[in-house]
């Protein structure tokens, strides 16, 4: 049975970096074709995918927020961390970490998400 | 970059209906075009991969057609669980992107 789990901070002052870690069970990242990624939903609004992480530790970034955005992995931990910097209230977001493979180049399995708030 | 158009963005309906939603893509793309189902409060939930495949567990009456620019998900007898919001995702060999999402209400 897959599941993750998002955790970090529900609350960030403008200009700082937030970490958020996805601690999964199920699954193995050193698994070939296996990937994790991040993904965010602002309150009322459409997903927007992040990153993802693959087994062989190939990176992927959304180009727009490349310069802001982190992804690395702990395989013996079973953890993916995303870090975000220079963080603005229009990053207030639920993030979701998902797992997803290249079979089908989808995100099959989600955590709850962890709601995160941008302010002074 | 490959922008994602869903139609229509809200669609009243009644149980036992039939509904389809499209999604349009910028550009052609390939089949690595997925469907979820997000109900408020919950993360998303993956229906069709593949533009066609349905996931495992899934019911039935949820379908997927399509090619090129063009896809369609289809519910062929809508039920009250149905109720929720659509999201198309495609992957185009880097990264990911979703369309803005197609919310069914109850009529």
């Known amino acids: 049975q897959i599941t993750l789990k998002e955790s970090g901070p529900t609350l960030v002052k403008p200009t700082q970096t937030l970490t958020l870690t996805c601690s999964f069970s199920?699954?193995?990242?050193?698994?070939?074709?296996?990937?994790v990624g991040w993904i965010r939903q602002p309150p009322g609004k459409a997903l927007e995918w992040l990153a993802l992480?693959?087994?062989?530790?190939?990176?992927r970034y959304r180009p727009s927020l490349k310069n802001r955005l982190t992804i690395i992995k702990d395989t013996a931990k079973n953890q993916v961390v995303l870090t975000m910097t220079n963080m603005d209230p229009l990053d207030t977001a639920t993030y979701y970490c998902?797992?997803?493979?290249?079979?089908?180049?989808?995100?099959?399995?989600w955590g709850p998400g962890t709601m995160v708030s941008v302010s002074s | 970059d490959i922008q994602l158009t869903q139609s229509p963005s809200t669609l009243s309906a009644s149980v036992g209906d039939r509904v389809t939603i499209t999604c349009r893509a910028s550009?052609?793309?390939?089949?690595?075009l997925a469907w979820s189902q997000q109900k408020p409060g919950k993360p998303p939930k993956l229906l069709i991969s593949?533009?066609?495949t349905l996931e495992s567990g899934v019911p039935s009456r949820f379908s997927g057609s399509g090619f090129g620019k063009e896809f369609t998900l289809t519910i062929s007898s809508l039920q009250p669980d149905d109720f929720a919001t659509y999201y198309c995702q495609q992957f185009d060999g880097y990264g990911w992107t979703f369309g803005q999402g197609t919310k069914v209400e109850i009529k």
């Open positions: 992480i693959y087994w062989n530790n190939d990176k």
């Open positions: 550009e052609t793309i390939s089949s690595w």
């Open positions: 199920g699954f193995s990242l050193s698994t070939s074709g296996v990937g």
């Open positions: 998902a797992h997803g493979s290249t079979v089908h180049y989808a995100f099959d399995f």
């Open positions: 593949d533009a066609s």
